[in-house]
């Protein structure tokens, strides 16, 4: 297995698990701050084929390993949070710290979801990210967002390879943590904004 990740900075150690986009990219602000005193790892989600939680959890405790940490604080958003909770089941003995990010151990809105995976396995997949990209400026940007955000937005997620997106969004719909929950033995942190 091999998956290029990044690795910056010194200090201990902070792993940031990407939300559904899977670039790994998106957390460059916060990364810039933290490896003043952190060493930062980020890595992209698979990007083909059809896999599930397993393969994702395995993909992480590779990245982890291969960077030569034993334990890590775990940075998690959105998908990656759904993710890194998963992962903090199968592999405790990587996990230091949890932060969760605007995520869930199970999605509720049900008839979103199943449509989600129904239209991107239906319709073409510019078609669906053109529309993403023509509604983030209303859905995933407040007025405070500066356009050179935006314009980075744009660029790390123009790539994000369809199979994986689908892959992700069928892991969605297929995943219920909240029985385990109880189970997480790190300290875990949660964030979520209001209006996410």
Do not use: C
């Not at 670039?23 to 952190?38: I, M, N, S, V």
């Not at 989600?116 to 053109?130: D, N, R, T």
């Amino acid at each position: 297995m091999s998956i290029e990740y990044r690795k910056q900075g010194s200090g201990p150690p902070i792993v940031y698990v990407s939300g559904i986009e899977g670039t790994g990219k998106l957390f460059y602000k916060q990364a810039a701050d933290l490896e003043r005193d952190h060493t930062v790892i980020s890595f992209p989600l698979r990007g083909e084929g059809r896999y599930g939680m397993a393969r994702l959890v395995e993909d992480l405790a590779w990245v982890v390993r291969d960077a030569g940490v034993e334990r890590a604080t775990f940075v998690g958003e959105s998908f990656g949070g759904l993710l890194t909770m998963a992962a903090a089941l199968a592999e405790p003995r990587l996990f230091e710290r949890v932060i969760l990010v605007n995520t869930f151990p199970f999605f509720a809105q049900r008839a979103k979801i199943k449509l989600g995976v129904l239209l991107f396995s239906l319709l073409p997949y510019q078609m669906i990210k053109a529309h993403r990209t023509r509604n983030a400026r209303h859905v995933l940007f407040t007025e405070d967002v500066s356009d050179e955000d935006r314009r980075l937005f744009r660029e790390h997620t123009r790539t994000v390879p369809y199979e994986g997106y689908v892959s992700r969004l069928r892991i969605i719909r297929d995943t219920d943590l909240r029985p385990r929950l109880g189970e997480i033995s790190a300290p875990v942190l949660v964030v979520a904004g209001t209006a996410d």
